[in-house]
């Protein structure tokens, strides 16, 4: 294995603040330590979604978890200093920041003492980030000049902790309490017995800055009945102080429009991370589900020798365009190869593609549907015409430019293959709970894969209590042919089309 590029000499050990649940609140500088890893420890609780940073070569490995018995912190501090001596980068991926109640101290001291250089990547912790997104400021010049953390663990709680409960609890403006909610009661009790009001405003953020984040609110002789009224469980923050009545004016994620639905992703996962952030910005917690991967096929190179003798090429999807310039490039040619050729192009992603390798579309037909396409280029009658697109594709726009005397060579370029995944059980149960909201398909393959993954099931009894999206009238001919019940189509052949039916939909 050759050394990444940025590799130091001797083995370092960087730990990283992930911050919390929201992938994209993770630092620039934490990225560039996961691009640059040999070794990631990451914690449980952690968006493994960030691991999709790490080099191919990079070694994941989950952390002891330090909370179920205390050598499992020794066991971590080894495998980081093995690791490092060992001449390895090594990431400690830690959720929130290291050093607030995070062990990043004690890890840090494990290295200095084993001569192991070390750096530490600030994160943001979650008393910030989970009171940020549910509204709740925890200064503010108006309610509270003074803000303190504190952990509500049972050791904090015990007569010879050194956290001094009868002077903190009247000492600052806003107090906010990590993994406390199971002690929630004994908390609260010391507080109002310590001196403060009973009525001081409360609330808990469990899972903040996810599409699941929950709130609670009530004040100090309240709180505990409500929490246990909804049975809220950790992990979740306690905010106290008089901050919290801001929430109602300043709450802004969970009044978005998707927010706590659950949207399944049946896309090829190399590109479904734009439809995915397009539905996570408006809230939605996003499942992927790949059904297909893309394989692009060997053609013939005669159709890359000829290909200035065809009157027009007309490509369907971004997929055609990429994996076609490829093999352009691939015989030593560039697009000066197009000749005289004209161009169509299907859909916005598509002119998209073309625009980035030098090319301006003669033509992009306003509807997506082949026959559509067919009717509405110009005139064909003995033109040449190269369709290099999907192994898989309907008949619909060759048979129409055929029928109007047109020469078509339909070249399968790639192909759509069933991808197997690791977690359909957990989708089948959660479709058939009616804990998904929608299932989004984006072509005819995602439709026919994602049924053939689950036989034991018919369409309506498997999405019965899902709505159905999909991104144009093929793929919605193809659902409907399977017996599948079509809710929302996008008005264009794009994501964001689709993302704006969706929106619009009654969702």
Known sequence: MNPSPNKPSKGIVYIVGAGPGDKKLITLKGIECLQRADVVIYDLLLNNILLEHCPPHAEKIQAPDPRIRATRQDELNRLLVEHAKAGQVVVRLKGGDPYIFGRGGEEAVALSEAGIPFEVVPGITSAIA????????????????????????????????????????????????????????????????????????VSLVRVGTTPQQHVVQGTLDTIVEKVEAVQLKSPAIIVVGAVNRLREQLRWFDTKPLFGKRILVTRARAQASEFADLLAANGAEVIQFPTIEIHPLEIDGTYIRTINGYDWIIFTSVNAVEIFYERLRENGRDVRAFGTSKICAVGPKTVDALNRIGIHPDFVPTHASGSAIAADIADVTEKRILLPRAKVATADLPDGLRERGAHVDDVPLYDTVKVASENSDEIEADLLNGKIDLVTFTSSSTV?????????????????????????????????????????????????SLVEAILASTL
């Open 130 to 201: 989970a009171s940020a997104y549910a509204g709740i400021p925890v200064t503010h010049r108006d309610y509270a000049s003074s803000v303190a953390f504190v952990t509500g663990h049972s050791a904090a709680l015990r007569s010879d902790s050194n956290i001094n409960w009868e002077q903190l609890a009247t000492a600052v403006d806003t107090l906010v309490v990590y993994m406390g909610v199971a002690h929630l009661r004994q908390i609260v009790e010391r507080l109002i017995a310590y001196g403060r009001d009973p009525h001081t405003p």
């Open 448 to 496: 026919t894969n994602f049924l053939e993954m689950f036989p034991a099931h018919t369409p309506d009894v498997l999405l019965a209590d899902a709505q159905v999206a999909v991104i144009g009238p093929t793929t919605q001919k193809t659902a409907v042919a399977c017996g599948l019940h079509v809710d929302v189509i996008a008005k264009t052949a794009s994501v964001e």
